[in-house]
């Protein structure tokens, strides 16, 4: 079955960086996109990034843009996030998505805490 883990999180000061990353496991994983999204209490989820299948290809959140930058490894199967000059207003929850046809799935996510 599809199963995908986060790691990474952490408390950063302001200013400071963070790398995330996902291991995925249960599809064929070189084959769909990946995206990032975060989740704070009360509101909607956000999605943060998204990178295609090969890779090429990148979008991000306006909120994010310059800061963050996500990648992939078709061969460890693994997406990862690199956070830059983090801000307060990036505290969330960040959860790996695979779309895999019409289906999403999450992995259980990983709490990031930007404060000083």
């Known amino acids: 079955q599809v199963q995908l883990v986060e790691s990474g999180g952490g408390l950063v000061q302001p200013g400071g960086s963070l790398r995330l990353s996902c291991a995925a496991s249960?599809?064929?994983?070189?084959?769909?996109?990946m995206s990032w999204f975060r989740q704070t209490p009360g509101k909607e989820r956000e999605l943060v990034a998204t990178?295609?299948?090969?890779?090429?290809?990148?979008n991000y959140a306006d909120s994010v843009k310059g800061r963050f930058t996500i990648s992939r490894d078709n061969v460890k199967n693994t997406v990862a996030l690199q956070m830059n000059s983090l801000k307060p207003e990036d505290t969330a929850v960040y959860l790996c998505?695979?779309?895999?046809?019409?289906?999403?799935?999450w992995g259980q996510g990983t709490q990031v805490t930007v404060s000083s």
């Open positions: 998505n695979a779309r895999i046809w019409f289906s999403d799935y």
């Open positions: 249960g599809f064929a994983f070189s084959r769909y996109p």
């Open positions: 990178i295609t299948a090969s890779g090429v290809s990148t």
